[in-house]
């Protein structure tokens, strides 16, 4: 949908998912898909994580339970669960600079979907900005 209707997407998105982030800060309560330290898969991966993107998935630092490398399958479930909605923000962010409309609030959520990915070690934004200010 982001690709098929670019502008729409990102103008309709952003208020959202940062209005989300805002209120997360305030009061972190993990969803019930959170992923939790010494947790054994249940069937498929179907069943640990959302079958898509949701909006509501951010991650406070006191939620995360260890730090990165101490448990390797908390690290993988961790990464697995963000994943895809990294990749959303990350497409939302790239469709903005590539359609010439990025402005403050997409870079606000891409600041704060970036520093809530810090204990993942996750480099989608870093990446992001590298390409922007090398292009």
Known sequence: MVIIFQSECVHTMV??????????????TPGPYFPRRGQKPIGSKS??????PQFNMMLHSSQVEATKGVDENYDCALSEFFLPYHSLVDLICRVAVNQQILNEHIINLSAVVAVEGVPLHSAFFAKLWYEIYHS
């Open 15 to 28: 208020p959202m998912l940062t209005q989300a982030h805002v209120s997360f800060q305030e009061i972190p």
């Open 47 to 52: 069943n640990i994580r959302p079958p898509r």
